[in-house]
């Protein structure tokens, strides 16, 4: 059984910055695919950032140049690095796992989730 707590969460002002941690426990594959997905009140789940055990790594066009996805493997952790933050930004950020997603950025592909945690960023 996969488990995922992220934590990192808070209210901040555009322009700061805000790292996420995804604390992932239990049989995870090297190579499995790990993201970021993040969903704001009214509107669909979306992949923000992925990578794979091979660090592929995608970003989506939004977030492309200000966030960055690593992982550790000595404390297991994924970790989400985000930069210049905005009000678009303002979502329930979820950590994801699954051994082969169809698409990096489907949220429906994956079967391993976390809680989420909450960015809220004002302008």
């Known amino acids: 059984q996969v488990q995922l707590v992220e934590s990192g969460g808070r209210s901040l002002e555009a322009g700061e910055s805000l790292k996420l941690s995804c604390r992932m426990s239990?049989?995870?594959?090297?190579?499995?695919?790990l993201g970021w997905f993040r969903q704001a009140p009214g509107k669909a789940r979306e992949g923000v950032a992925a990578?794979?055990?091979?660090?592929?790594?995608e970003y989506s066009d939004s977030v492309k140049g200000r966030f960055a996805i690593s992982r550790d493997n000595t404390t297991n952790t994924l970790s989400l690095q985000m930069n210049s933050l905005n009000a678009d930004d303002t979502a329930m950020y979820y950590c994801?796992?699954?051994?082969?997603?169809?698409?990096?950025?489907?949220?429906?592909?994956?079967?391993?989730w976390g809680q989420g945690t909450q960015v809220t960023v004002s302008s």
């Open positions: 239990g049989e995870i594959s090297k190579n499995a695919c």
């Open positions: 994801a796992a699954d051994d082969n997603p169809v698409r990096w950025n489907r949220a429906v592909d994956f079967r391993n």
């Open positions: 990578m794979d055990g091979y660090d592929s790594i």
